[in-house]
């Protein structure tokens, strides 16, 4: 069974930084690409950044560019979202969402509970 | 960046009726667009791929259709467990967008 574990979410001052950690198991990890995925408290979905199978590759968000980094581990199976820079409205749930298919799809079939963020003062 | 406009933002329906959402697309998608399933507090569960796929699992009232620029979603009978808000997501090009969602409620 495919499990998507997010943790790392807290409370942090503007400016601050935070790492966000998902590990994933119950599938190939490094078969398939991973995205990040934030949701703002009451708000719609808003896709943050992608990597690809390999890590090879990076893709980001313009709100998130230059600030945040993707990354993954294919032998912890652990996919990484290091946060830079924090600011306000970075304040929501991010998830981790698997891509459907091998390759680079964009289609996100499984997804993690989610962790919190907070950026306040 | 592909816009995506999800209409109506929300609608009131009753179990056994036919829903319909729509989703508009700033450019062509070639297809590539995605329907999502929230339930408060939960994770988004993908329900369509492609325009029109059915992903594994899920009920086939859930319908997926697309003409042009334009996609439907469509729930052919409402069920209780139905209630719940709905995403459209490209994923044409990066970076990956979605609508804004439609909260279907009693």
């Known amino acids: 069974e495919v499990h998507l574990l997010e943790s790392g979410g807290d409370l942090v001052q503007p400016g601050g930084s935070l790492r966000l950690t998902c590990a994933v198991s119950g599938f190939t990890f490094s078969s398939y690409a991973m995205s990040w995925v934030r949701q703002a408290p009451g708000k719609g979905l808003e896709w943050v950044s992608g990597i690809t199978m390999s890590g090879g590759s990076a893709y980001y968000a313009d709100s998130v560019k230059g600030r945040f980094t993707i990354s993954r581990d294919n032998s912890k199976d652990t996919l990484y979202l290091q946060m830079n820079g924090l600011r306000a409205e970075d304040t929501a749930i991010y998830y981790c969402a698997k891509d459907q298919f091998s390759g680079w799809y964009g289609n996100f079939d499984y997804w993690g509970q989610g962790t919190l963020v907070s950026v306040s003062s | 960046d592909i816009q995506m406009t999800q209409s109506p933002s929300s609608l009131s329906a009753s179990v056994g009726d036919r829903v319909t959402i729509t989703c508009r697309a700033s450019?062509?998608?070639?297809?590539?667009l995605n329907w999502y399933q929230q339930r408060p507090g939960k994770a988004p569960k993908l329900l369509i791929y492609s325009a029109s796929s059915l992903q594994s699992g899920v009920p086939s009232r859930f319908i997926g259709s697309e003409s042009g620029t334009d996609f439907t979603l469509t729930i052919s009978s409402l069920q209780p467990e139905d209630f719940a808000t709905y995403y459209c997501?490209?994923?044409?090009?990066?970076?990956?967008?979605f609508g804004q969602g439609t909260k279907v409620d009693i």
């Open positions: 450019q062509s998608l070639s297809s590539y």
């Open positions: 997501q490209q994923s044409r090009s990066i970076p990956w967008t």
